[in-house]
């Protein structure tokens, strides 16, 4: 896959769709392409959150381990997504694990370009706070349906 074809990605995603073409190609090129195997960890919850991945390719489980200690899944990612975005807007620990679930082609945007790009273009955060509510949302509805109410 090439610098084009990355551009094209980040371009159908929600968060970059405002952007000009020659900005997301500075990303894409000022990003790292990173390939997770099968069962690979793009990171483990409780780390320290460094970075943020766009999914090119593949699939993913997000999973948050209970206090029993087993994991449980609480979504799917796929093409489009971004994950780990809180972990660097927060300054806190990742929140939930990310396992690939096949093999998984990703971008990796460091802390630095991720709040360079907030910077340059509001409309990004503008965006990020519309993925984060509804995430919010919809784990609140979770936790209200699993504990049956």
């Known amino acids: 896959?090439?610098?084009?074809?990355?551009v094209d990605i980040l371009r159908r995603i929600?968060?970059?769709?405002?952007?000009e073409p020659s900005?997301?190609?500075?990303?894409?090129?000022?990003?790292?392409?990173?390939?997770f195997a099968d069962g690979a960890a793009l990171f483990?919850?409780?780390?320290?959150?460094?970075?943020?991945?766009i999914v090119l390719d593949g699939t993913a489980d997000v999973q948050v381990t209970a206090d029993g200690g087993s994991a449980i899944t609480i979504a799917q990612v796929a093409s489009n997504d971004i994950v780990g975005e809180i972990a660097i807007l927060c300054d806190v620990p990742r929140t939930a694990s990310v396992v690939a679930t096949s093999e998984?082609?990703?971008?990796?945007?460091?802390?630095e370009l991720f709040f360079r790009l907030v910077h340059d273009f509001p409309q990004i955060g503008v965006e990020v706070m519309r993925v984060l509510a509804h995430r919010l949302e919809t784990t609140t509805r979770q936790?209200?349906?699993a504990r049956g109410g």
């Open 1 to 6: 896959m090439g610098l084009e074809q990355e």
């Open 14 to 19: 929600p968060l970059f769709q405002n952007i």
């Open 23 to 35: 900005k997301l190609k500075l990303m894409a090129f000022a990003s790292e392409r990173v390939t």
């Open 44 to 53: 483990e919850q409780g780390e320290e959150g460094d970075a943020a991945y």
């Open 104 to 111: 998984l082609t990703t971008l990796k945007i460091t802390k």
């Open 143 to 145: 936790l209200r349906e």
